[in-house]
């Protein structure tokens, strides 16, 4: 039976300076990495139509050009199959600044397989071939990747949906501190439709500032995931029944696991091969998706019917957007599926006809399915609907049932919006 007379775990965080600094300090750190974003709505960056996985290995010299021609990658000769040569370019502490080890940060850093770069860059790569010839060393200069107009509606859509949500989750944490908020925030913090690839082209001038990044958005994964546990195991009413008390206790063990693979992933700019802790990772993001959705249905059946359809809304989000969310970011920066059955499926057809505003660009640039489907909107469109969601039915009951039809049309998603 639902009892809303137990005990809460811990004591409830406060509106103190150093919890409202930090909450501002996060917030900003989140817009900024999309709200520059926009620029890409109005011009373009540039690309060398590179994609290469943590080992190293490139799986793709075309993407986001439309042809072999105009891709600076495929026009040096390179080809899919082809290795970065990881121990000859690798970064070295005492060393970050050299031209070798900002070339490699612009493969490597931040956004994995697909990479933007400002107008007019330049990189030197050391490139092993796959036949097993000599290596060779390749200047790459970047060429202009314009989006169509609707690939610009597109993160138009996706920028703005982001920057309401951030705003959403911090205004919760601000009027109504709690673990629940608190938790609902940190997953927002870095779940949201938002893109970063002005934001990282833009910090790409200076390898210090990309190093500093990565460990920032390591801790922000861990933070995400742990912050997205603690949400399912608190809602709707801020309160951890006992039965799963213990499973709160390892909450912060959780963060600190996703932090630490996340960090050992970018290894890799050392000169490690590290696919495979980044496919472990993304292994562990379903997984932990999967015990938070288990927790969800285990709990609503306790909860009474007004608060079963809160937590629907929740689990919902949870079954739909957090999984289609994982797997775009899983085929932009690595290539486990093509690992496990030999080539990356297309996702259903269906899918692009609801979605219409992606599939035309992605299908005539001939991308792979698993690149058609983390460019396609459905991915960032149910992200929004869970981000919403969730932020929604934080709300006590009573003040959604006074205002559901506001609510329900303030937070309506457009249509055909989405990555």
Known sequence: MYAPSIAKVHNQPHHSRAARLLLIVLTLWA?????????????????????????????????????????????????????????SMRCNPADINTPRCAS????????????????????????????????????????PAPLTSAERLVLFADTVVGIVVIIIAFWLVWTRPSWMTWGLF???????????????????????????QEIAESLAQ?????????????????????????????VPLLAAVITALTLANFASILGFPTERITEVTFLA?????????FILLARR?????????????????????LPAYILAELCQSSDLITHLWG??????????????????????????????????????VTAQYWSRLASLSVFPSSSYTKSSRTWRKTFACPRGSGR
């Open 222 to 250: 861990g933070a995400a995931f742990a912050g997205l546990l603690l949400f399912a195991l608190r809602f709707p009413e801020d309160r951890t029944e006992p039965r799963w008390q213990k499973l709160q206790w390892a």
């Open 343 to 380: 080539a990356a499926p297309s996702p259903p057809s269906s899918v692009f006809s609801i979605f219409p505003t992606a599939s035309s660009p992605t299908s005539r640039r001939k991308r792979s399915g698993c690149a058609v489907w983390s460019a396609s909107p459905f991915p960032s």
């Open 31 to 87: 817009l900024a990495m999309i709200v520059p974003g926009l620029q890409r709505v109005f011009d373009s960056l540039d690309s060398f139509g590179l994609a290469v996985d943590s080992d190293g290995v490139i799986t793709g010299v075309l993407a986001p050009f439309a042809s072999s021609n105009d891709s600076p990658a495929a026009s040096a000769g390179i080809t899919p199959g082809d290795r970065i040569d990881l121990k």
């Open 104 to 143: 490699l940060l612009v493969l490597l850093g931040g956004l994995g397989e697909t990479q933007a770069v400002l107008p007019h860059s330049q990189i030197t790569l050391t490139i092993q071939a796959k036949s097993g010839a000599p290596p060779r060393t390749i200047n790459l200069h970047s060429a």
């Open 301 to 321: 059946r306790t909860l009474p019917p007004q608060e079963k359809q809160r937590m629907n809304w929740v689990v919902w989000g949870c079954a739909i957007g």
């Open 285 to 293: 993001g379903f997984a932990i998706d999967a015990a938070v959705l």
């Open 186 to 212: 940190f997953y927002v913090l870095w779940f949201n439709p938002g893109q970063s690839y002005t934001y990282y082209a833009l910090l790409q001038r200076s390898p210090a500032a990309i190093l500093a």
